[in-house]
């Protein structure tokens, strides 16, 4: 809430909330709303002449009165009775006055709060600049304070809404640079639940998401950093199609690389005592240790996302009709949360529906028939169909073509052409429908989005968990050739390369990888040692960002085994007979 207003007969005024007035502490009655507008169009051009059409056109928009121009003279002299209330109804205005270009409102800056919040503002961020945080954090504070709602909260319009945010603007930076102020205060740990509100409120406001990244990684919240910018980038690519600005590309890489410029620094604040100095971020937890050497005692106590909810299924074998799936609790409490149910059962066309549509071709002369198969092609996204569609169109327009040109009743070449196109879109159309409507198709809503196929379901709950089990348990991922598909064996992992151990030959292959990179990746891995994340593809400048984020979803890195690690005594691939 701003202070009231000091003892003198010049009025104050607030616009950051509602509109209003203030004199010797005392809030001034402004009167109806449209004169409450006219003051406040005086007040956004605060010192300028502001002519009645302009008035008029800001107050009313496209609906002004009749009599626009009295009305705003009778609306500026009630003003003048509440802002002056001394003057003599004869002698011209002091504060409202009306000249050659219109009407002017003349107090000094200092008397309305938007004029005064912008001023401390620039000041604070002066003093920031100048590398004092810990003065410009209360000072900024101070100024949000200043803030008692939505700018111009009683008042709407198109003019009033620029001008709105324009003002929320002017607000949003100065939220920034408090944020800013405390973060090199070393005030990280208290400022992450407040950037969370900011970010939340200003979604698009790239600076506020760098500040909670940073602020998070100071707080040794690594993890949750990494997601702050994964949930920028999806908003970013959903909504705009763009990446994130370059700024936070650059914090991202930065939090990968655990830069230590990034750790909290002093060098903008004042000297701290020992005494006040911020506690350090507590050091990333180490990874979970290996299972014992004894492989079936690991398999047996291993949690729900290794080898005993999978099953294992031949590369190279066909997929039976697939049963029904088991996902671990833990990975639907994740983005897993998301995914859409399997699709329901395939059902059949019903049999009138199905007779009307056999029958169309032949009553149609086989007019409908392209129609029919494209529609088909539509609904199962088939380009096969599609074309074959386009084929029966030619052929009808064939059949037009050459009936129209056949202008006498004997015979001509065009005859047995003519027969045969009426044969293929007739019948031909007619058996085409029997086969489509014959067939059994997934039931889901027309021109909506396709249900996800099981196999694509079970393909990434089995990257899942094989990411899982190489997290958890590297050991008995690598015996089991996590991230290998070139090596036989009776794992399905979904289909993963492991960018530690995978050959040239098979990086080359991936999409987007050409065999210069491929080989950039087999002697960074041996000259500078394993990656520790499919990220430092991108950290170590083997792949563009871009790269790796399109094949983040098909790459693992496998910690290599140790050389003092024992191998396990009993292959991993073997079972007992479950009973």
């Not at 494209?374 to 169909?385: D, K, P």
């Not at 056949?406 to 879109?425: A, H, K, R």
Request: aromatic share 6%.
């Amino acid at each position: 809430m701003v202070a009231l207003p000091d003892e003198g007969p010049s009025p104050r005024f607030e616009i950051l909330g509602r509109t209003a007035a203030w004199r010797d502490g005392r809030e001034l009655d402004l009167g109806p709303g449209k004169q409450r507008a006219v003051l406040a169009v005086l007040l956004l051009t605060l010192g300028r002449p502001v002519s009645t059409a302009s008035i008029v056109r800001a107050v009313w928009g496209d609906e002004p009165p009749d009599n626009g121009a009295n009305v705003v003279q009778k609306y500026v002299a009630g003003l003048r009775r509440v802002l002056e209330p001394d003057r003599s109804p004869r002698a011209p205005g002091r504060l409202l006055t009306l000249t050659g270009a219109g009407y002017a409102l003349n107090v000094p800056p200092e008397a309305l709060d938007a004029e005064v919040f912008q001023e401390r503002v620039r000041a604070a961020q002066a003093v920031l600049a100048g590398g004092d945080a810990a003065r410009a954090e209360p000072m900024l504070r101070e100024a949000l304070a200043m803030w008692r709602g939505p700018a111009l909260a009683d008042l709407s319009g198109s003019f009033f809404d620029a001008a709105r945010d324009r003002l929320e603007e002017t607000r949003a930076a100065g939220l920034e640079a408090c944020a800013e102020a405390a973060l090199e205060s070393g005030e990280h740990a208290r400022l992450v639940p407040e950037l969370l509100r900011l970010v939340a409120e200003f979604p698009l406001r790239e600076g506020f998401r760098y500040l909670l990244m940073l602020a998070l990684y100071r707080c040794g919240r690594q993890a949750e950093a990494l997601a702050a910018y994964r949930d920028a980038r999806d908003l970013l690519a959903d909504e705009f199609g763009v990446e994130p600005g370059e700024r936070l590309q650059n914090l991202h890489l930065g939090i990968l690389r655990s830069d230590p410029s990034l750790a909290a620094s002093t060098a903008r604040a004042p000297a701290r005592t020992p005494a006040q100095a911020p506690a350090p971020a507590d050091p990333p937890a180490d990874p979970p240790a290996d299972p014992p050497a004894d492989a079936a005692e690991a398999l047996r106590l291993a949690p729900p996302d290794p080898l005993e909810t999978i099953t294992p299924v031949p590369t190279a074998a066909v997929h039976p009709p697939p049963a029904p799936l088991y996902i671990p609790a833990h990975h639907l409490a994740g983005e897993h949360a998301a995914w859409p149910p399997p699709p329901p059962p395939a059902r059949r066309v019903a049999w009138p529906l199905r007779t009307v549509l056999l029958a169309l071709p032949v009553f149609t002369f086989g007019f409908m028939t392209w129609a029919l198969v494209v529609y088909y092609g539509a609904r199962r996204r088939s380009r096969a169909l599609a074309l074959m569609g386009a084929g029966y169109l030619v052929l009808s327009l064939l059949f037009f073509v050459g009936v129209m040109s056949t202008e006498t009743e004997q015979s001509t070449p065009w005859d047995g052409p003519i027969f045969f196109t009426v044969l293929v879109t007739m019948f031909g159309g007619a058996v085409h429908m029997a086969i489509l409507t014959a067939e059994p198709h997934p039931a889901g809503h027309q021109g909506g989005p396709p249900l996800l196929n099981v196999q694509l379901i079970e393909r990434r709950v089995r990257r899942e968990q094989a990411r899982s089990l190489a997290a958890h348990h590297p050991s008995i991922a690598r015996r089991l050739a996590v991230g290998r598909p070139d090596l036989p064996r009776t794992f399905d992992d979904g289909g993963l390369v492991d960018v530690n151990s995978a050959p040239e030959h098979l990086l080359a292959s991936l999409p987007g990888v050409d065999p210069h990179h491929a080989k950039l990746i087999v002697l960074a891995r041996t000259a500078h040692g394993p990656l520790v994340s499919v990220d430092d593809l991108a950290t170590r400048a083997i792949l563009p960002y871009q790269a790796v984020h399109a094949l983040r979803d098909m790459l693992i890195a496998v910690p290599p085994a140790a050389d003092a690690e024992p191998e396990p005594a009993v292959p991993p691939v073997e079972r007992a007979p479950r009973l």
